[in-house]
């Protein structure tokens, strides 16, 4: 069997930082003795010692919640006509990259634009292939969906130089501009406040005694952020125990998935009640290895702190080891991206808007997309960017 080295991430000053808000929010989760173990995982809100963790039952709660109106822009500059964007996607295979990419061909034919869509495949040298690609396009705009923007700063250099605007998905660990490179807005969820709401519903489930595997992309700021965050919460539980964070890169998560569950059933045994994953993908791999390894479907509760892919929607729905999923509104979030170039082409500030954390129960699937396997808020976002566009 294939080994793989654990990680122990010791956050820096910027991460320490991090890691010290989320300690705050998640003081006062003491645990008694006493407290519900896995059984938990047949649902997020599963009975616990109210003041042993009320905290992570009402963050819980907050983020469940279904519905709810448009809390994003009201107006902007009207559409800019006949514009062409070049999407580079990390990986395809990713489900919140494709439902991001599939958003951004809705809103587009609302606009009237042409978007041209490049795969990176997930790897270096496919997404400088993809980058240089987009630029021979001569688009308009560039979308950069799913790649670390710093990592690719040299790359992205000549789109700023011939005055191209870049928004990007996923393309840092927070909302906003990113600092030295040319993209003016990263569109995504609160990072932090997603990975709160991962670990929050293992400490609720397991009512303060979840045993705690988590599992990070390190080539990614962004899943670094939510690994972190996470551990943070993990660790301010005193009845919890974080077992151990592995890195996996997402793209290779196939191939490594099988052997790394394998070797953590027999590392961790029945402590292991609950994993964290920074995207749904990790455990598309790693649950026949559960299955094989003869587990019963509530025997481990895996939750994921994005994207909220339609494989892990099937499993949420079926009560089969996925318990939950902080789903983005990948769909949504296309819209944005566009909005958001529409507003640079316009000579416009961009809205800067961040989208609410939604956690995906059983509870709560069938609303607001869930039956469409996918999170996509009922809360009219379409209408109320035609209205901005004038469309």
């Not at 395809?92 to 990259?97: E, Q, T």
């Amino acid at each position: 069997m294939r080994t793989h080295p654990t990680r122990r991430w010791r956050p820096g000053a910027a991460r320490r930082a991090i890691a010290s808000s989320l300690l705050a929010a998640a003081c006062g989760l003491v645990v008694a003795a006493g407290a519900a173990g896995a059984a938990g995982a047949a649902g997020v809100t599963a009975a616990a010692p109210p003041a042993a963790a009320g905290e992570a039952l009402r963050v819980v709660a907050l983020a469940a919640q279904h519905g709810g109106r448009w809390l994003g822009p009201s107006s902007g500059p009207p559409a800019q006509a006949a514009k062409t964007i070049a999407f580079v996607a990390e990986d395809l295979r990713n489900g919140g990259i494709l439902g991001v990419a599939q958003g951004v061909r809705e809103a587009a034919r609302v606009l009237g634009w042409n978007v041209k869509i490049v795969d990176a495949g997930g790897s270096a040298a496919g997404r400088a292939k993809a980058l240089a690609a987009a630029l021979a396009m001569a688009p308009d705009g560039l979308v950069l969906c799913g790649a670390d923007a710093f990592e690719n700063r040299a790359a992205l250099a000549p789109f700023a130089a011939r005055g191209v605007p870049v928004v990007g998905w996923h393309a840092g660990p927070v909302a906003g501009a990113i600092a030295g490179t040319p993209v003016a807005m990263n569109v995504t969820t609160d990072p932090l406040a997603v990975a709160r709401a991962t670990a929050m519903a293992a400490v609720a489930q397991s009512g303060g005694r979840a045993g705690v595997v988590i599992f990070t992309d390190s080539r990614f700021k962004i899943a670094v952020a939510k690994a972190d965050a996470m551990a943070a919460i993990v660790r301010a539980c005193t009845g919890c125990l974080l077992l151990e964070v592995r890195d996996v890169p997402l793209s290779e998560s196939d191939t490594q998935m099988p052997d790394i569950t394998r070797e953590l059933l027999l590392r961790h045994g029945k402590r292991w009640t609950h994993a964290l994953a920074i995207n749904d993908i990790v455990f598309d791999y790693a649950i026949p290895a559960l299955s094989k390894a003869g587990l019963a479907s509530n025997a481990l509760s895996l939750l994921s702190a994005g994207d909220g892919s339609a494989p892990a929607f099937l499993r949420i729905q079926a009560r089969t080891f996925q318990t939950g999923t902080v789903a983005e509104p990948l769909n949504q979030h296309g819209w944005q991206v566009l909005d958001e170039l529409n507003r640079l082409f316009a000579r416009q500030p961009v809205s800067g808007f961040v989208a609410p954390v939604h956690l995906v129960t059983g509870d709560n699937i069938a609303f607001d997309g869930g039956p469409r396997l996918q999170y996509d808020p009922d809360n009219g976002y379409r209408d109320a960017y035609r209205r901005v566009w004038q469309r």
